[in-house]
């Protein structure tokens, strides 16, 4: 288990945490996929708080999408997470891809989340 695929992101994902950190201005936003849904929370470092999160499963979301692990639901969740990010006062953010590629799903995500309004 020392090179398994966990292992590697889970080092990946330490190396960026490193660097990224976000403030009260411009928090941090970080996904999670697992093979049947993703997450995505707003966490402000400084104060150690999430501001809100969001899923796949979450229910605005689960009635629009029948299945939360593949692109179209992470596409979906970016449009309505920004929505939402907007309505509590969050226009900037640092994106935290928490070790993940930028492909698939985490591209699907960030690219609607950018295209309904969210800077990062």
Partial sequence: MKN???T?????HERIRKIVLGTADKPRLVVY?????????VVDDIKHVTLFSMSTQ???VKEKVVYGGNVKAAGHLGQVFAAKAQEKGVKKVIF?????????RVKAFAESARKAGLEF
């Fill in 33 to 41: 996929r697992s093979a049947k849904n993703f997450y995505a929370q």
């Fill in 8 to 12: 590697k992101r889970l080092a990946r």
């Fill in 58 to 60: 979450t229910p605005g």
């Fill in 4 to 6: 398994s695929k966990l």
């Fill in 96 to 104: 935290d891809r928490a070790g993940y590629l930028f492909h698939g």
